[in-house]
């Protein structure tokens, strides 16, 4: 991880950016820089991550994950989209205009972490500390994806995220189960008799008062959505690769992943899962377990709601305990603002094509801390493809895309810079 924030340290001064350093924190570091020799001019804030997800399962990569490989035009391994490719297009676009005019139309700074997969604490405990050393005017993230390929994208809502970890305990060890079976606890099936019971067949979460406060998305917003090409049946069979989507049936397919919250089961770790048998029950088991958020949903208030749902759906013979691992709330960024303006122009000219603005199913918690503590939108610029694999094997970036996106984004710098 050190060894990846010193690379990008060094990307940026080799770009022309001043003032790199490397801010230590208590997890990884941070990486600073900035270029404020444009007087008059607006300052744009370039974030992004070095960190990535595990690349497990190994033996589902055809080429090693940590080797980058060129295939078909696509280059595979762990972050090339998210997020060590689209945050490299940034440093790119600087290196590009400073090589080609000796300066930049915009004052920039940068910061980059390396914590983003696991919550971002200390990005956002910094951000919160140092307002004025980071003020600027928008902030402009590549972490998302292009809506198809060739069709400019801005995205313009996030969905919250709160992530879960369910600890249940049963007896004090191990158990026999000819011996003790019918009598003692189990904590795996009271964790699967407790999570069955927090959403139903139809995909409706039934923890009490989850969704007093769920803002859907609005009759304009919905309209342009059913304008993009969106294909149910492509979407299950390429992107998904399922037997059958699920979820509120009542709801569009692109609501129920960009604007409905969702609870979802990450895993559940406990017990004997090896070669062979063992008649064992466990004493304890593990759920990960998350919520995502729509607009107006209160991370504080779904975490009082489930941890409460725990404590009073823990089946007889276990404890149960709810960890609280991240917790961020839902963004909308207001697609009228100038800079996203300027932004969708220069995506339009780059590509060809016109831009349009979706939302994310994700989660990207620094939008809502430049909000919070900065006063200013995020512009979420991401040149990756739906079909690129984030988190799964064989993750890939298109290659064309990655020198487009270097274009646009040095594009955009010029156009706000010129409009301001």
Request: proline share 7%.
């Amino acid at each position: 991880m050190r060894r990846a924030a010193e690379f990008v340290a060094d990307s940026l001064r080799a770009a022309g950016l001043e003032n790199v350093e490397l801010i230590e924190t208590e997890g990884h570091p941070l990486v600073y820089a900035d270029w404020m020799h444009a007087p008059g001019k607006p300052t744009v804030l370039c974030y992004g991550h070095y960190d990535v997800q595990p690349p497990d399962p190994l033996d589902l990569w055809k080429t090693p994950p940590f080797e980058p490989t060129i295939r078909d035009g696509n280059l595979f391994a762990r972050g090339s989209a998210d997020d060590k490719g689209q945050m490299y297009i940034h440093v790119k676009a600087v290196e590009a205009l400073m090589r080609t005019s000796g300066s930049l139309p915009v004052n920039v700074k940068f910061l980059v972490e390396g914590e983003e997969e696991i919550g971002g604490k200390s990005v956002a405990a910094y951000v919160a500390a140092h307002a004025a050393k980071l003020k600027a005017d928008v902030a402009l993230v590549s972490d998302t994806a292009m809506y198809a390929p060739g069709l400019p994208t801005l995205c313009v809502g996030l969905r919250g995220l709160v992530y879960t970890e369910v600890a249940m305990k049963g007896a004090s060890r191990d158990l026999h189960s000819g011996l003790y079976g019918g009598a003692a606890p189990n904590p795996v099936f009271a964790l699967i008799e407790l999570l069955s019971q927090a959403k139903d067949a139809g995909g409706r979460i039934l923890i009490p008062g989850f969704y007093d406060d769920v803002e859907d998305a609005g009759e304009v917003e919905l309209e342009s959505w059913k304008s993009l090409p969106f294909n149910e049946a492509d979407f299950l069979n390429k992107e998904v690769g399922a037997l059958a989507l699920t979820g509120e049936s009542e709801y569009s397919v692109l609501e129920r992943v960009w604007s409905r919250p969702t609870l979802e089961v990450h895993g559940i770790a406990g017990g004997f899962t090896g070669a062979g048998a063992k008649t064992v029950i466990p004493a304890e088991a593990t759920a990960k377990v998350s919520f995502r958020l729509a607009p107006n949903q209160d991370p504080d208030r779904i975490v009082a709601s489930f941890r409460d749902f725990v404590a009073e759906r823990t089946p007889a013979g276990c404890a149960a305990e709810m960890r609280v691992l991240s917790a961020g709330p839902a963004c909308m960024v207001n697609p009228d603002h100038p800079a996203i303006r300027v932004a969708a122009s220069a995506f339009e000219e780059t590509f060809e094509r016109e831009t349009v603005f979706v939302r994310s199913g994700g989660s990207i918690p620094i939008v809502g801390d430049f909000a919070t503590h900065l006063g200013i939108p995020t512009i979420l610029m991401g040149f990756g493809l739906p079909d690129d694999g984030l988190h799964s094997p064989n993750e890939k970036f298109a290659v064309e895309n990655f020198y487009k996106g270097i274009h646009t984004v040095a594009h955009f710098l010029e156009k706000y810079g010129e409009a301001s």
